[in-house]
């Protein structure tokens, strides 16, 4: 197990912003072309997405039926947050995953990843987004449109709702790798994070709204899961969608935990720099 301690650091010029830009530019379509690669692991992942929420909205619907008023949506809402939901599978990364940093710690690249002259998490997060708007199209777009043809959904009533739900999304999209880097970043300190990873899917899977609307979680656990950055990846984007919520208010939790995780994310980023220890490689 090597271990490499103050790996050396090239200070470069201070470039212009354009340039900047141009580069995490470059590294998202990077990251959009690599994902459609796999265009039929792709296409799998929207014939299950919509599958699964076909039997998802049957069953919401008889919920719903001998519950009306369930959560504050009605039987047309609740049909809706579950292809919404099945939607975001692919653009949140529900199930974990979708950044590389862990394995490269593993292999030991990553001490080529952290001298290099650019933030590594930025790199990460415009590789993500990449990546993120590639299983949009893919994954996103079929369950949706199944939904549409099968029950009928709400949609938002103007340009400018479909704007805020755009927002909504992006924001979802950037508090979805705030957690998932920190947890790749994991393996910079711990032998193996599989085990973090799987409790990580737990907590997701229960707290983001992906199984049934948050709201529906009665007392001091429901407050605590519509307070956790979980619930900005699902919960909050669908009832953006849906009109369900004060928009700028949800906006704004969504916009505090990015800027909180993507803090933290920078801070460790920093600590990761000055003591690595790379597994195998």
């Given amino acids: 197990m090597p271990i490499f301690r103050n790996p050396p650091r090239i200070a470069p010029a201070a470039a212009p912003r354009e340039v900047v830009f141009q580069l995490y530019l470059r590294v998202a379509r990077y990251g959009f072309r690599k994902h459609a690669a796999y265009r039929a692991a792709a296409v799998a992942g929207a014939f299950t997405n919509t599958v699964f ?3 998802r909205a049957y069953v919401l619907i008889a919920l719903w039926e001998a519950r009306p008023g369930l959560a504050g949506y009605d039987v047309a809402q609740a049909v809706t947050f579950c292809f919404l939901t099945q939607a ?3 653009p949140m990364q529900v199930f974990g995953g979708g950044i590389e940093l862990a394995e490269r710690v593993r292999s030991g690249d990553a001490a080529i990843d952290l001298v290099r002259p650019a933030s590594l998490q930025l790199w990460s997060l415009a590789d993500d987004l990449g990546r993120a708007a590639y299983l949009f199209l893919m994954r996103s777009v079929p369950p949706t449109l199944a939904g549409a043809a099968l029950f009928g959904i709400v949609v938002p009533p103007s340009p400018a709702a479909w704007g805020l ?5 992006v924001l979802g999209i950037v508090v ?18 599989r085990g973090l990873q799987q409790v990580a899917l737990v907590l997701m899977m229960f707290f983001s709204g992906m199984v049934v609307p948050l709201r529906i979680i009665p007392g001091w656990l429901g407050a605590l899961a519509e307070a956790l950055p979980w619930a900005a ?3 909050v984007p669908a ?5 369900a919520t004060d928009v700028p208010r949800a906006l704004a939790f969504q916009a505090a935990w990015a800027v909180a995780l993507l803090a933290l994310g920078a801070l460790l980023t920093r600590a990761a720099r000055r003591k690595v220890v790379i597994q195998g490689g």
Wanted: charged content about 10%.
């Fill in 176 to 193: 979805s790798f705030g957690v998932r880097y920190l947890l790749a970043l994991s393996a910079c300190w711990i032998l193996d994070d």
């Fill in 53 to 55: 929420g076909i039997l």
């Fill in 233 to 235: 990846m699902v919960q």
């Fill in 165 to 169: 739900v755009a927002v909504s999304v």
């Fill in 239 to 243: 009832d953006v969608y849906l009109g």
């Fill in 88 to 90: 975001f599978i692919g």
